[in-house]
């Protein structure tokens, strides 16, 4: 019988460490070749649980992270728990320590603009191919989740914008069917960037670039432009590169 997950609120403090997923974006249909969508597993619920709150800084830097506690907390047995532990590992969000077992990963300069380096080459490359593929109902669906994310800066909610920010990236990056990319590849510096800058904060101006490169992707997207898609796309990597390191620095004099 698969695991269940018992919801429970919890913070750490940096003494007793452990012991967005951002929404789905719309349903596409099947590329050739890509996977099947399969059901939700009890490892990968107890990944997105852990994901969510490293990202959001309920568990601290260098926080060791338990197996048999979190498996209890979340009602669930071992395996499920060490599974997810590997994977967050691949995100570069855990470091697995022989004999002492697994905490969560310290940041370094070099490591975040190595993963937005990446991300940048990524993203840029998956929004020409949007640019050069995406039918129009496609379009519609993208707009469409824009305008949530609109809505959400005009509120300025937090947990809204970065969610709707996400399913807009990723329904971009997964239209070609390249799941390897979009599901492990991306979320490291998607991760990284998002459990600095909820430490240290974000402004309107922050939101409003963001908002404002979204609409000139879409522009591109529309236009059938697949260079500007990719030169957007590029640089709304690297002025994001920009904050989070502006934020790593904010932690460097605490």
Do not use: C
């Amino acid at each position: 019988m698969q695991d269940r997950i018992k919801p429970v609120n919890i913070v750490y403090d940096d003494k007793d460490a452990m012991d967005q997923d951002a929404p789905s974006a719309p349903r596409q249909r099947k590329r050739a070749g890509a996977p099947d969508t399969k059901v939700e597993t009890a490892y990968q619920r107890v990944t997105g649980l852990l994901r969510n709150e490293i990202v959001n800084g309920d568990i601290p830097l260098g926080g060791w992270l338990r197996m048999t506690a979190i498996a209890e907390r979340l009602g669930v047995s071992v395996q499920p728990v060490r599974e997810a532990l590997q994977q967050l590992e691949g995100e570069g969000l855990v470091e697995l320590i022989p004999n002492h077992g697994a905490r969560v990963r310290m940041l370094d300069r070099n490591r975040l603009i190595h993963a937005h380096e990446i991300g940048e080459a990524l993203e840029s490359f998956l929004a020409r191919q949007f640019a050069e593929e995406a039918s129009l109902s496609s379009l519609r669906k993208l707009e469409a989740l824009q305008a949530i994310h609109d809505a959400a800066i005009d509120d300025m909610d937090w947990a809204r914008i970065d969610a709707s920010n996400h399913d807009f990236h990723r329904f971009i990056n997964t239209h070609g069917g390249n799941l390897e990319a979009a599901d492990h590849l991306i979320p490291r510096y998607y991760g990284l960037s998002e459990s600095l800058m909820n430490r240290y904060g974000r402004d309107a101006s922050f939101a409003d670039r963001v908002r404002s490169e979204h609409h000139a992707l879409l522009d591109a997207f529309r236009r059938r432009d697949p260079d500007a898609a990719a030169r957007i796309s590029a640089d709304h990597v690297r002025g994001t590169k920009v904050m989070v390191l502006l934020a790593f620095e904010a932690t460097q004099e605490h």
